[in-house]
């Protein structure tokens, strides 16, 4: 540390050092039986930061336009070096960075991190939960494959529906009336222009609002054990991140990325379309209901349904009136968990009624 | 504020009086930058080839109890040759959700892969999630072209 002393006295004399330090320093991580859940956040950070370096490659190859995505991915993935690495990688690392943020929001629902003072630490977690769901569904279309195009054509069709501002918001997500080459270059733009720079807003708030909090401890518990965040935490979260990512890369060369067929506009849709996991609960909703629910069509009910959910998601810090007096109330949990099995049990049950075709 | 004890109470005073115009030169220059940008954002209406006829294939091509998709326009639609020979055709848009229908030979209906939706043969839904039956179309024969219109 001595060799940088001219280092540190040149930044000391220009910018407030001892409070970045202090910054830096004072968080502390309470150890207990639920620490493991507090690896859950880095986990999913750092599976942000592969798929962000593994986009910035794929960029170098891929053309985002319906006459070339589809042959510039296949030309990724048979002729490029350690081309189909790079894109399994990513296309691997795109459904655990979904998981693992997944199982982060889910601990620290149950556990109530959210309760005062974090409730903005929480909303800005689901809106980012939403940000990485709005980067699987436009990073989906963009291989052009006949499994993305329908998906798209379904996934964006059930933005049509929303009462009021839906057929709006669908023109301008498909940039016309059908799925077509202007919707590939939108999509392209959503991914890699304007769902990383709301990434990085609400990352930066996030991650700046923990630091400064510290973290949450569950409620009732009565250690007092700590260690500190920097750096032995941190090298803690570097060996799960190395972990992490040594799965991600035996994944990718066990199981590569497929590629499919390129997608035909006016091909029938082919038996087992389905969209990406995560959206499979949805999927497997809308199969089930039924066209019509006195009277207003069933997949309008469905959709309502989801987004008061989403809503009611971002609202858990409010909502849950006895953690905000540091109560865990057994009702909260029952909901949390009933809300995680439906999840759990539609996309089991999707899977299933896939995989039979 | 500053009361003067000649003026009338509601009239502005000079520092209200600038305040309103720097605050309406702002929002009008930010009203004129969101709006063209909003306006940009949504694609130029593009020369929509509003297709009400089209020639879907040739009645040669086509078996009895088997059906072929059709570019009618932008949108893909179905003609089918029904087990007792007769043609039809309809929009091949699910009502549903947008996915394109497919012929199954086996049971003779329409199906759609996607939400497992199914029509019968006149685009009538039979089971599953579609709340509407399929557009359908006029069809014609002109030698051996098939014709399909759309209904006026």
């Known amino acids: ?58 960029l170098l190859y891929y053309r985002p336009s319906a006459a070339e995505a589809f042959e510039s991915v296949r030309f990724i993935m048979t002729k490029v070096q350690f081309g189909w690495l790079v894109r399994s990688v990513h296309a691997w690392a795109a459904n655990l960075v979904i998981f693992s943020a997944m199982v982060h929001l889910a601990s620290t629902f149950f556990l109530r991190s959210y309760r005062p003072p974090r409730e903005l630490t929480w909303v800005s977690g ?14 989906y279309l963009l291989p052009w494959n006949v499994l993305a195009f329908f998906a798209t054509k379904v996934g964006t069709e059930i933005v049509g529906v929303v009462p009021g501002i839906g057929a709006m918001l669908q023109t301008f997500l498909r940039g016309g009336a059908d799925v077509t080459d202007v919707t590939l270059t939108r999509f392209f733009w959503l991914h890699i222009a304007v769902l990383p720079l709301a990434l990085a807003a609400v990352l930066g708030l996030h991650l700046l609002l923990v630091q400064l909090q510290g973290m949450s401890k569950p409620l009732k518990l009565r250690e007092e054990r700590t260690v500190p965040f920097f750096p032995n935490f941190l090298l803690r979260d570097f060996i799960a991140w190395a972990l992490i990512l040594g799965a991600v890369l035996a994944i990718s060369v066990y199981q590569p990325a497929t590629l499919g067929d ?42 309502a349904l989801t987004g008061l959910g989403g809503l009611a998601l971002l609202l858990v810090p409010w909502l849950d009136r006895p953690a905000r007096r540091g109560q865990a109330h057994w009702l909260v949990t029952l909901i949390g968990i009933a809300g995680c099995a439906y999840v759990a049990g539609m996309t089991i049950w999707a899977l299933q009624s896939g995989g039979a075709h | 504020m500053t009361e003067c004890s000649g003026c009338p109470k509601e009239r502005l005073s000079r520092r209200a009086f600038l305040q309103l115009l720097l605050k309406g030169s702002v929002l009008a220059l930010f009203g004129a930058t969101i709006y063209p940008v909003a ?98 179309y006029r069809v014609n024969t002109r030698g051996d072209d098939i014709i399909v219109s759309k209904l006026a």
């Open chain 1, 262 to 303: 390129k997608a035909d506009p006016f091909a029938p849709t082919p038996a087992g379309i389905q969209p990406e996991w995560y959206f499979l609960w949805m999927f497997q909703t809308l199969k089930l209901f039924p066209g019509h629910i006195l009277g207003i069509e069933g997949e309008l009910i469905a959709i």
């Open chain 1, 1 to 58: 540390m001595a060799r940088f002393t001219w280092l540190r006295d040149f930044l000391a004399e220009r910018y407030p050092m001892r409070q970045l330090d202090e910054l830096l320093h004072h968080k502390q991580i309470p150890l207990h039986r639920h620490t493991f859940w507090y690896y859950w956040g880095g986990m999913t950070l750092a599976l942000i930061g592969i798929q962000i370096a593994s986009g910035v490659l794929l």
């Open chain 2, 39 to 136: 306006r940009y954002l949504f694609p130029p209406r593009g020369a929509d080839v509003s297709v009400s006829t089209v020639v879907a294939g040739t009645v040669g091509e086509l078996a009895v109890n088997s059906a072929k998709i059709f570019r009618f326009g932008s949108q893909p639609g179905i003609l089918v040759r029904t087990p007792q020979d007769e043609l039809r055709a309809f929009s091949a848009v699910c009502t549903h959700l947008n996915c394109t229908v497919q012929f199954d030979r086996a049971a003779s209906v329409i199906n759609c892969a996607c939400h497992n939706g199914k029509f019968d043969l006149n685009g009538q839904v039979i089971s599953g999630p579609p709340p509407r039956a399929l557009e359908a």
């Open chain 1, 126 to 139: 689901v809106l980012l939960f939403f940000v990485l769901l709005g980067f699987g569904f436009t990073g």
